[in-house]
């Protein structure tokens, strides 16, 4: 299962806790884990990334393993140990006051 | 009894305040929506208990949300957690915060540009949800004003949108210019004796008019002048704030320009300016009296460059002639170190007898009026800024 973290607002309108879990077959990209969120939690399409081009809203980043995978390839592999649940993908609003 | 309910956006969630019909004592409830902005909620005219709210965030972008009970509940119109948002075929559905521009051949317009601020062209980018109107006949219905300005219909109550690709794609869209809001459309308004008339607002396009329902528009800005175009009188680029129209006299418009406020008593072809003895003319909104279509309301600001009302007083201006000749009413409001300002989509009346006026303020709060303006009260003080009221007078 995949460990996913996403923000305070999303979380109240998907009614989640802090951690979501997805269920994600091979290979596990920041691509995938967005369509499963997107398709368990149909209240979040459009709140992440864009409903038309797909784009990642600008406001937010994704984290994982310590590093900013914002820009890497929506279709690339993520680090095994995100594919294996070892550690979260990170959904994170940037700080940008407000 | 009747019963007031008013719906309240403001940068930071909703609020709805209740009343019985003498005004006096108000429930407060909220925030709803908490740390969203919440630009416009409206209810439907046909069933008060459906209310529509737009919700939207810089980080998250647009949602919408509705109401069947009169705002004790919310959810997010379209596919419920758990059905596939895919159709058998494959296909993504259509869901109710997508507002996609119709770009196809056989119903939509290319992606055409406006001007930026700058004077260069730019593609149409979907932004947010300024104003939500539900029709006046069909809970089921409602149209979303939407920067970059466009018009959207929902006839299965906020699911599913669709373009009405004839206003942006008309032909003057490349003449369109974004106000220091953003290039929004705010004002939409059905013409009750009319089911295919309907009149929009651009800020900064202007006024636009169609008797189609939808399928075609024409501008209405005749007799409008504004220095902050090359053409001060031209077919459109007016920065028009708000629109209203009393339901008894459809025809008769009332317009608050960016500075001016203007009348037209023949349904926009034509319009003239009623500013009269106003200490200043600029502002955002208008609104006329429910049962006496020619008294009309204003809260002049004191300049585009100082977003707040005139002298440190904050006053409402009441003409009931219709323009030209105004009083000031300021009974009950905050008259000296007052710096606020009340946004275009921030004034609304009630339907009872004596019919009370209602606004809030960049400073949170919200007035009620319920001697059509006499004097006035603080129903909350400390909103967070407000961007938009509307009133439901239930019976």
Same mark, same amino acid.
């Given at each position: 299962m995949i460990r996913l973290i996403i923000p305070q607002h999303l979380r109240i309108l998907a009614h989640v806790g802090s951690e979501v879990s997805l269920d994600i077959g091979a290979p596990v990209t920041t691509c995938a884990i967005l369509d499963a969120l997107e398709e368990q939690y149909?209240?979040?399409?459009? &709140?992440?990334?864009?409903?038309? &081009?797909?784009?990642?809203?600008?406001?937010l980043r994704f984290f994982a393993c310590e590093v900013?995978?914002?820009?890497?390839?929506?279709?690339a592999p993520l680090p095994e140990s995100v594919a294996i649940g070892k550690e979260p993908f990170l959904i994170i609003a940037a700080i940008a006051g407000g | 009894m009747s019963k007031i309910r008013v719906l309240v956006g403001t940068r930071k969630g909703a609020f709805i305040l209740s009343s019985d019909g003498k005004r006096e004592k108000w429930d407060v409830s909220g925030p709803? /929506?908490?740390?969203? #902005?919440?630009y416009h909620m409206k209810g439907s005219?046909?069933?008060?208990?459906?209310i529509y709210v737009s919700q939207t965030s810089g980080w998250f972008g647009q949602l919408i949300q509705r109401s069947d009970d009169g705002g004790k509940t919310w959810h997010q119109p379209g596919t419920p957690a758990g #059905? *596939?948002?895919?159709?058998?075929? $494959?296909m993504p559905k259509s869901e109710s915060n997508k507002f996609a521009y119709d770009t196809t051949p056989a119903t939509g317009k290319p992606l055409t540009t406006h001007q930026f601020y700058d004077g260069t062209q730019r593609p149409w980018e979907f932004k947010r949800v300024w104003h939500l109107e539900p029709s006046l006949t069909d809970p089921e219905t409602v149209y979303a004003g939407v920067e970059d300005a466009a018009i959207f219909r929902s006839t299965d109550g906020a699911r599913n949108w669709q373009e009405l690709t004839g206003l942006r794609g008309? $032909?003057? $869209?490349?003449?369109w210019q974004p106000g220091a809001g953003g290039m929004c459309l705010h004002t939409i308004i059905q013409d009750p004796g009319n089911p295919l008339r309907m009149y929009i607002a651009i800020s900064a396009a202007g006024a636009f008019r169609t008797d189609d329902s939808g399928e075609t528009w024409k501008p209405i800005n005749r007799g409008l002048h504004s220095q902050?175009?090359?053409?001060?009188?031209?077919e459109v680029g007016h920065c028009v704030h708000h629109i209203a129209m009393h339901p008894s006299q459809p025809d008769v418009l009332f317009m608050q320009k960016h500075w001016d406020v203007m009348r037209s008593d023949n349904a926009g072809d034509s319009w003239t300016e009623v500013?009269?003895?106003?200490?200043?003319? /600029?502002?955002f909104v208008i609104d006329v009296h429910a049962n006496e279509p020619d008294t009309i309301y204003v809260v002049p600001i004191k300049s585009d460059s100082e977003h707040f009302v005139p002298d440190g007083k904050l006053r409402v201006y009441r003409s009931?002639?219709? $323009?030209?000749e105004w009083e000031a009413l300021s009974k009950?409001?905050?008259? *000296?170190n007052c710096y606020v300002n009340v946004l275009r989509d921030a004034m609304a009346v009630d339907q009872l007898d004596k019919c009370g006026i209602y606004f809030g303020t960049s400073g949170g709060q919200v007035y009620v009026s319920p001697d059509a303006g006499d004097s006035w009260n603080a129903?909350?003080?400390?909103?967070?800024?407000?961007?938009s009221v509307e009133v439901q007078t239930l019976p």
């Open positions: 149909p209240m979040l399409r459009g &709140t992440i990334r864009d409903q038309v &081009t797909h784009a990642r809203r600008p406001f900013d995978l914002s820009h890497e390839s929506p279709d | 709803h /929506f908490a740390g969203w #902005e919440i005219p046909v069933d008060p208990n459906r #059905e *596939s948002t895919k159709t058998p075929d $494959g008309h $032909g003057t $869209g490349p003449q902050y175009i090359p053409d001060p009188n031209a500013s009269g003895n106003l200490p200043t003319d /600029f502002g009931r002639t219709g $323009g030209n009950g409001l905050p008259q *000296s129903i909350v003080h400390n909103l967070p800024a407000v961007l």
